[in-house]
């Protein structure tokens, strides 16, 4: 996960331990599904509070909305009309049509590159993380600490600075410039075993497992068919925030791979966008913000549509008890 | 992450463990996870510590130099000039960023609010929007030709400052770090503050506490875990700040230096320069301060709590 | 953590263990052999032989009508596969193409590489030398500033493949208004940037924030001649010789005065201002027509094309801006067919389907071609515009040549000399700065270098 921007590795995390220290902190009896609100319910609403969210909503969703307005011009009103309202022929469509048909609808194949490392990599990585966090929770082993101490010190090195050794190291194993440059990487997340680690220490009882040791499992048998259950909450929100770091991902597949045809939309949308200083290149800056906005929606759909899913994630700390 | 191992479960888990088989079990579930660990993470690492002995030329070739290049760097005033550079930012942006992911974690769990669950998910978005994206959209509305802030100039008549000047780019980076990460704060704080038993918020009404009492006397320290968790990720990807300057860089080159963040300068040391063994060593030291802050913060933002 | 001293010792060990088997690898990359196999050298007839034989290049290159030349390739020799690959436009492409030669293995056969960062490769030993095919004599097919541009040395490391004399292409609608001549010397252009400047602030006669490829072009049609490199590795550096003061004299106070917008080139205002005529002359290379058609339709009809500016009347004098030679890379382990295919591309039929997709040949023949010259563009209202573009091709002041690391050291032109652009400051010393840098680096680099 060295090389995929720090950020991408916050969320997991940063959720995790949340839950769990939030877990210990405090001894939730009650879920928060019965909480209706911090206070109490019968406070008033107030209109200055609201107005001054208002704002903070505006300034949330100002780019966004430049963007779609963005995507309904043609490259021509583009560069002569109001960036924040709509001129000219509503384009939209006409734009979706054209980013996805350019250059032999490369834009469908970037797309395609992007849920193929999403599902392996992001998907990978919630597995490794899965084993190996319940691996560390429910096992004593010989090197156990050595374990922690390389993994969780290695996180503090820049990415970006290991990239030309990584690179070096891939291209004597023959995989730059395939997809297994851009997978590889993706499938550690170090937050993620971190995350299951505290999740599994508190969410498989001990007392389970010996009972399914009692009755001859083997661990392999125990983790697959009793514990991944117990730790679904957890592993969804794992895997939630792995697809936002590998979807999102930029700066590893840029120089891990030279050839379009295994870009993913990141990438290919900068190419693009870089395309403009092209002696005989077009000049698509409206593809350019079409496809951005195309490229965002899915994630967004994915957060808006799991929204129950990772917010009870976050706070599965709270609903267990 | 140094941080980890002072966390209340570390104590509880050796606990539950010692009961437990010693035996190399746990090795065919962490396995897999070490050996891509390994190969990806941990090579790469001893490779740049290897890569950092030794010194490249262009003519001349390769030479072992010792810590030549540790020396060089420490007396390098690019690399301290780009420290500074994130030191500012992180002081700034940092702040300013989680105390509007606490406002509006506090709103939104205030019950005062109309349409809270709208907000919430309205502020958290960005953070899904790619960084590559948020750059190029920000860097669209930054123009002061064309861009938004061309459409305000014009529209009142005002003449604001080039958000892509030298005087005013960090802040302007600073802008777009805080519109992507500020929602994912206020998520992370809004969790914590859910968790809070309601029979606290009772009994502390029963008291006669008002709301910032209560917001001092409770939500606070409830929130303390996850606003250091918040403040040591900030610090670590300011420490790391690469994506949005280097994209921003073809909009303002003059602005964003090749030394703009000390990721930026070991970046173009190895990729414009060919300097793999400097940039190699540039990447250590950075990685040995970022994890030694981390740290500190982690040492003193918890220790009350202990 | 309590075992905190067993932790560190067993990390110690492990490291220690991981450390020598990475030495492993670590030279085994140093180890790794700089070219696998193939034929290093080759007649025209062994050429032709491989042509006909089942093979597959890879070709990077960015320019969109290279494909058009492949695919007419493949039809001429169906055995050969022609794969051309976008790697990123410019330095984008050469920090892959770097990072391979490093890797030593996973570049391509065939590299498009701009006129100046061609000797940066041709140092490393990282190109073909194409002499070693013969190729040198195709010589007199090109202009001898291309053709100087890719000899290093002794060396033939590329052919050219488009070339981009530098002309003045202004927008004539704007020039109108104003009432403006079109200038021929550059006291002519500053007045009349300072006239459309006082006339319309918003108004600015061109663009610059700071170009590394346009201020050493400027320097170059000065006269000036600021890098000499002798036996490969004696570089002389002198950003402070006559040509050099002759275009900061001039072009300071366009600065200073805030005569130039400082709109920086290639982005979406960029396009945006050129349309609108907030920017009315762009001065850069014969390759950028084809830009104009596709990126700047608003003023379209509007522009025209004029020879360069010069210091003295009635003296020509132009110089080469961007421009791009065709390289076969020493790792390639075919090479005859690669370097069959560059012949093909830039001497042979390749050149005329470039030409038709919007490129600025090298070729003397077709520059001098009556189909080329008599092409009438709509875009430039009728105007016969090679025949100005030759022009300048003709007048580009001989003599020139790059660092031998001069993409390291253009990519370091914002930090020095773009301080002077950002701040509005003596140019001299943002180029004594930049000078200073780029020594350093190649001191450090292992050169000998002289730095005036």
Redesign the interface.
């Known amino acids: 996960m060295a090389l995929t921007t720090p950020e991408s590795l916050t969320p997991a995390s940063t959720a995790v331990r949340e839950t769990t220290a939030a877990t210990r902190s405090t001894s939730p009896r009650r879920s928060r599904y019965a909480r209706p609100s911090a206070g109490s319910q019968h406070k008033r609403k107030s209109v200055l509070l609201t107005a001054v969210m208002v704002v903070f909503l505006i300034y949330s969703l100002l780019p966004l909305f430049w963007l779609f307005v963005g995507s309904t011009k043609t490259q021509a009103s583009l560069l002569n009309s109001f960036g924040l309202w709509f001129s000219g022929d509503f384009a939209l469509f006409d734009n979706i049509a054209q980013t996805l048909t350019y250059d032999g609808g490369v834009f469908v194949r970037w797309l395609g590159n992007t849920l193929l490392y999403v599902v392996i990599g992001a998907g990978g990585a919630t597995f490794l993380a899965a084993l190996g966090g319940y691996g560390l929770a429910k096992f004593n082993f010989p090197g156990k600490k050595a374990v922690f101490a390389v993994v969780l010190g290695a996180v503090a090195i820049p990415g970006t600075a290991l990239a030309v050794p990584t690179f070096l190291m891939f291209s004597q194993l023959g995989l730059t410039n395939t997809p297994w440059a851009v997978i590889l990487p993706s499938l550690i997340s170090p937050f993620g075993l971190y995350l299951i680690w505290t999740y599994a220490l508190d969410s498989v009882p001990t007392e389970v497992l010996e009972a399914a040791r009692m009755d001859g499992a083997g661990e392999i048998r125990t983790f697959f068919t009793i514990s991944l259950r117990l730790l679904a909450p957890g592993l969804v929100t794992v895997l939630l925030f792995s697809i936002v770091g590998t979807w999102n991902n930029y700066f590893l597949p840029l120089i891990m791979l030279s050839e379009p045809t295994w870009y993913p939309l990141t990438v290919g949308l900068n190419q693009w966008n870089q395309q403009a200083q092209t002696v005989g290149g077009d000049v698509i800056y409206n593809l350019v913000i079409t496809g951005s906005l195309i490229t965002i929606i899915p994630i967004v759909v994915a957060f808006l549509f799991l929204q129950r899913y990772w917010q009870s994630g976050l706070a599965a700390g709270s609903v267990k008890a | 992450m140094t941080t980890l191992s002072h966390h209340p479960a570390a104590g509880s888990a050796t606990r539950t463990q010692r009961r437990q088989k010693r035996d190399w079990t746990g090795w065919q579930f962490v396995g897999p996870f070490m050996v891509v660990f390994a190969v990806v993470l941990i090579a790469p690492v001893i490779y740049s510590v290897y890569l950092s002995l030794y010194k490249d030329q262009l003519v001349g070739g390769n030479s072992f130099v010792g810590f030549a290049n540790y020396a060089h760097a420490l007396s390098d005033p690019k690399l301290w000039e780009s420290l500074g550079r994130v030191t500012l930012f992180l002081a700034v942006q940092v702040p300013i960023m989680l105390a509007l992911a606490l406002f509006a974690a506090l709103a939104i769990d205030s019950a005062r609010l109309h349409l809270s669950p709208l907000f919430r998910i309205a502020i958290f978005l960005p953070y899904a929007v790619p960084a590559v994206v948020a750059t190029l959209m920000w860097g669209f509305m930054y123009g002061t030709q064309f861009g938004l802030v061309g459409n305000l100039n014009d529209f009142f008549g005002i003449t604001i400052p080039s958000p892509l000047s030298g005087t005013w780019v960090l802040a302007s980076i600073g802008n777009i770090v805080t519109w992507e990460f500020v929602g994912y704060n206020m998520i992370l704080f809004y969790a914590a503050l859910r968790v809070i038993p309601a029979d606290l918020y009772e009994a502390a009404e029963l008291d006669g506490a008002g709301t910032f009492r209560i917001i001092r006397s409770i939500k606070f320290p409830a929130l303390r875990p996850a606003m250091v968790i918040g403040a040591i990720f900030s610090i670590i990807g300011s420490f790391q700040l690469f994506n949005e300057p280097s994209i921003l860089r073809s909009l303002a080159p003059n602005a964003i230096s090749t030394f703009f963040s000390p990721n930026m300068y070991a970046y173009n040391l190895s990729f414009s320069g060919q300097q793999y063994n400097y940039s190699a060593t540039i990447a250590i030291i950075v990685g040995l301060l970022t994890a030694s802050i981390a740290y500190i913060v982690q040492i003193t933002g918890t220790r009350k709590e202990v | ?1 309590k ?1 905190t001293h ?3 010792r ?2 110690g060990r ?2 220690a263990a ?2 020598t ?3 492993l ?2 030279s ?3 180890c ?1 052999p700089g070219s696998a196999g193939g034929a290093k050298t080759g007649t025209a007839d062994d050429i032709a032989a491989a042509l006909q034989e089942k093979s597959t290049i890879t070709v ?1 290159s ?4 290279v494909q058009a030349a492949a695919d007419a390739f493949q039809e001429e020799y169906p055995n050969v596969t022609v794969k051309v ?8 492409e050469y ?2 193409l ?3 030669i ?5 570049a391509p056969d065939v590299a498009q590489i701009e006129y100046y960062a061609l000797p940066q490769f041709a ?2 030993d990282s190109l073909a030398d194409l002499n070693d095919f013969g190729f040198a004599e195709l010589e007199d097919e090109f202009t001898a500033s291309t053709w100087g541009n890719v000899s290093i040395d002794g060396g033939l490391y590329a052919l050219p493949q ?1 070339s981009g004399p530098m002309a003045m292409f202004y927008n004539k609608a704007v020039f109108d208004e104003y009432s403006i001549a079109v200038p021929t010397t550059w006291a002519e252009y500053t007045a009349a940037a300072a006239t459309i400047h006082a006339a319309d602030p918003s108004r600015y006669i061109s663009s610059d ?2 170009d590394a490829g346009f201020a050493t072009s400027m320097i170059w049609q000065a006269g000036g001649h600021p890098y000499t490199t002798e036996n490969g ?1 004696d570089v002389t550096i002198d950003l402070q010789d006559a040509g050099a003061k002759e275009w900061t004299e001039m072009w300071n106070p366009m600065v200073q005065d805030g005569l130039v917008s400082p ?2 080139g ?4 960029w ?3 050129l ?2 005529g ?1 920017i009315s002359t762009l001065l850069t290379g014969a ?1 950028m027509p ?2 104009f058609e ?2 700047i ?2 003023s379209a009809g509007d522009w025209r094309v004029a020879p360069l500016p010069t210091y003295e009347a009635g003296e020509a004098a132009s110089a080469e801006n ?1 421009g ?1 030679s065709v390289a076969v890379l020493e790792q390639s382990t075919n090479k005859l067919v690669a370097a069959g295919f560059v012949e093909y591309l830039n001497a042979g039929p390749g050149v005329q389907l470039q030409i038709d ?3 600025f040949p090298s070729t003397v023949a077709d520059l001098e071609s009556e189909g080329f010259l008599g092409y009438e563009s709509e875009y430039f209202g009728g105007q016969k515009i090679n025949e100005v573009l030759v022009q300048a091709a003709k007048d580009v002041v001989p003599g020139w040549s790059y660092l ?2 001069q ?2 050291s253009n ?2 032109f ?2 020095t000399v ?2 002077s ?3 509005k400051t003596d140019l001299n010393t943002g180029l004594q700065g930049w000078q200073d840098e780029t020594a350093a ?1 190649g001191v ?4 000998t270098v002289n730095s005036k």
């Open positions: 953590m075992s067993r932790t560190a067993r990390v492990t490291v991981m450390v088997g990475l030495c690898v670590g085994l990359a140093a790794a990077w960015w320019g969109t009508p690959v976008n790697a990123g436009t410019g330095s984008a920090t892959k770097q990072n391979a490093k890797a030593g293995s996973g140092l490393s488009d924030s700071g590795t709109i920086v290639w982005t979406d205002e396009y945006k201002a349309g609108d907030t390759w084809a830009n596709s990126g339709t608003e961007g791009s997709g919007g490129s031998p690391f993409v390291y990519s370091i914002a930090d773009g301080q652009y950002e701040n680096y450090e680099q292992g050169f």
